[in-house]
C-alpha cells in the first residue's frame, strides 16, 4: 500500500452556499435636546439585511435625509468556507467524501 502526501496543497476561500450575508448600518449620530448637553442621546437606528446591500444603503440615505444624521457605521459579514481549488486531486476527494456522508 502505497501513501500520499498533500503537504503544500493549495487552499481557497470561497462564500458560503448555505450561509447568508448580512448587512448592518447603525447611525452613530447624537440627538441633541436643545443645548441641554446633559441629556444628549446616541441616535441608535440601525437596519439589517440578509443578502441585500442595496437595501441597507437606501435605509441608511432614508435615515440620513429624515433625521440629518451624517455617521454611520456599516457592518458586513459574508460566511466562507475553506476548499481546495476547483480540478485539483483534493477537490475531487473532498466531494466524495460529501457525497457518501450524504447517502
Given at each position: 500500500m502505497t501513501r500520499q502526501?498533500?503537504?503544500?496543497?493549495?487552499?481557497?476561500?470561497?462564500?458560503?452556499?448555505d450561509a447568508a450575508a448580512e448587512y448592518v448600518v447603525i447611525c452613530r449620530d447624537v440627538v441633541k435636546h436643545d443645548d441641554d448637553y446633559e441629556h444628549d442621546t446616541p441616535c441608535r437606528w440601525?437596519?439589517?439585511a440578509l443578502?441585500?446591500?442595496?437595501?441597507?444603503?437606501?435605509?441608511?440615505k432614508a435615515h440620513a435625509d429624515k433625521e440629518?444624521?451624517?455617521?454611520?457605521?456599516?457592518?458586513?459579514?459574508c460566511p466562507?468556507?475553506?476548499t481546495p481549488?476547483?480540478?485539483s486531486v483534493?477537490?475531487?476527494r473532498l466531494a466524495r467524501r460529501e457525497r457518501a456522508a450524504a447517502q
Open positions: 502526501s498533500f503537504k503544500f496543497a493549495d487552499w481557497a476561500t470561497a462564500p458560503d452556499p440601525e437596519f439589517r443578502d441585500d446591500r442595496a437595501a441597507a444603503d437606501k435605509q441608511q440629518g444624521h451624517r455617521l454611520f457605521l456599516e457592518i458586513s459579514t466562507t468556507v475553506v481549488p476547483p480540478g483534493l477537490a475531487g
